[in-house]
């Protein structure tokens, strides 16, 4: 199987789903607030739990990793607050812009393509990285996407712990901590698991959805150096930090491919939930940002992820 066949195979469900939503959002007037307000409260919480309680994780690589990926999502942050605030964006478009910068498309994506290009510890290692994005995302992720509604740093903070995924990772660690979690097969766990399965796919259509709904194609060209941050500096800034933290051979070439991926879905999510009523100065809405990023990063990764596949699988980036 060629790479561009499995390229192909990651990103085709993708567009596949959001285009499904993207058709419902132009034959139907279907708001998206709903959706994100069930995913946000018992879907996503369901996943990460489940992820975190059930991915066998073996110790020092394993806080290496969670280092890395704190390092570089905090570095990603501050870069693209920078950047973003010296292009003169504002609020809620600043928070977009450093959203869809920051967090990638580590899952539905990243993991077959990590699995393939690397195998069963690819595909490992993708999880990992999955469980300790989410950390973050829900955490830093939903201070950055509040804080122009919330309209201070408090109250940003305090939406933080509004949030059930946040006592979902809390639990989710003592379980793992106490070995306390049920066996996979019993009907609380595949319970759990296949509420948490439903997110992924309630994400993308949420995604084609605001895409029908997307005030103009201005936006495409005005993404363009959040896309590139996205998919040039990231897979950059990732190298470093898997040297500074000592992420090396295959876990550290996981880590690189998943920083390198597009814009993460998730993000729109928490736009729609917490800035869903502020528009930027110009009467950009915030989702509109990130949707168009989502979709222009997802097509544009074919080309910059095989080239970085290439260099990984040759051992010339670690």
Known sequence: MSLASVLGSAVLP??????VGYGLGRIRDVAVEPLSDITLYVLA??????????????????ARLFAGVAAFSVGMVVLAELVGRALGEDEPVLGAFVLTSTFSNAG?????LSAFAFGALGRSTAVLYIVAQSVLMYTVGVYVAARGEAGS????????????????????????VGDLAPPTDSAVMETIGLTGDAAIPVMLLMLGIQLANSSGGSTVTRTAPASALKLLVAPVLAVGVALGVGLTGTVGRVFVLECAMPAAVTP???????????????????????????????????????????????????
């Open 108 to 112: 539905n994506y990243g993991i077959p």
């Open 153 to 176: 740093a408090l109250g940003a903070v305090t939406r933080v712990f509004r949030l059930p995924l946040v006592y979902a990772l809390a639990v989710a660690a003592l379980v793992r």
């Open 45 to 62: 919480p369901a996943l990460v739990f489940y992820s975190l309680v059930t991915t066998p994780i073996a110790g020092p690589t394993v």
């Open 268 to 318: 729109l999510m928490l736009t729609i939930e917490f800035g869903k009523r502020v528009e930027g100065a110009d009467g950009l809405a915030a989702a509109d940002y990130v949707s168009t990023t989502i979709l222009v990063t997802t097509l544009a990764s074919l080309v910059t992820l095989t080239g970085l596949i290439a260099l990984l699988q040759a051992g010339l980036v670690l």
């Open 14 to 19: 993708v567009v596949a789903v959001a285009a």
